[in-house]
């Protein structure tokens, strides 16, 4: 699916847990670790972390001060991004192919639409369109985060929005807060700088594009985090998802829990 413009002025939002990156390393790479719960606890670092596509160096070298490589790696590119090259962390962590896209029906999203409303609303019909379609998916990537090697890192080409609406799920079913979920998807715009330049390193930008194409905008994921306020845990058990397997990601994510 071609990408939107993105708007540039997205408010950035910090989060305690960023890891500072440069051209040379992941450029979108966050810890989610010390985010709060609904009841007043908190997630634990090192447990799960999100980030853009790694490269081949990223393999030897991770973030500074961080244990590396991850124990479990969930990848969420459709094969054809990978251009028939290996995954560059495949020998050293447990790596799991979830093509999000690849899983939706061809032509699915905004079947019907005008023009003008797939431009503006793409992005926001694609969230939406994942979260309530994630039978392919959901069951492995949990059990997958509840029990694979730790610490699980789930990426996706820019780390931005697959990875954005598969991290929110995941927070969410864990009981972390609607506005912490949120600030972590924004947190994106912290990194747009780098991101653009990693990405034009690779080829896939211009390294002219202006870094607010690869930012993201947190209204985009507002009806997907409304959905999720209905029921937390409701798109994952709607997809087939155990209860128990929830229950012990939670205990896996959350302090105390």
Request: with cysteine; aromatic share 2%.
């Amino acid at each position: 699916m071609p990408a939107a413009p993105l708007p540039t002025d997205a408010i950035p939002t910090a989060i305690p847990t960023a890891i500072p990156t440069d051209v040379h390393q992941l450029a979108n790479l966050r810890d989610v670790g010390g985010l709060p719960t609904v009841d007043g606890r908190r997630t634990r670092p090192g447990v799960l972390w999100r980030s853009d596509a790694p490269l081949a160096d990223d393999a030897e070298q991770g973030p500074e001060g961080q244990a590396w490589p991850p124990g479990s790696v969930v990848d969420l590119r459709n094969p054809e991004e990978l251009d028939g090259r290996p995954h560059p962390l495949a020998e050293v962590a447990e790596l799991t192919p979830l093509p999000l896209i690849q899983a939706l029906a061809p032509g699915v999203l905004m079947r019907g639409a005008p023009p003008e409303r797939r431009q503006r609303r793409g992005l926001d019909e694609l969230y939406l369109l994942l979260v309530r379609t994630g039978e392919a998916w959901m069951p492995e990537l949990v059990r997958i985060a509840a029990h694979g090697p730790g610490p699980l890192l789930v990426h996706c080409a820019a780390g931005k929005d697959r990875t954005g609406v598969v991290v929110a799920l995941l927070l969410r079913a864990a009981g972390v807060t609607r506005d912490a979920v949120a600030a972590d998807f924004a947190a994106t715009n912290d990194h747009r700088l780098a991101l653009r330049d990693r990405l034009a390193r690779q080829g896939a930008l211009d390294p002219d594009t202006d870094p607010g194409r690869v930012g993201v905008e947190p209204a985009h994921l507002e009806a997907v985090l409304d959905l999720l306020d209905d029921d937390p845990r409701g798109p994952l058990r709607d997809a087939g998802v155990p209860e128990a397997e929830m229950d012990a990601w939670q205990a896996r994510l959350v302090d105390g829990a």
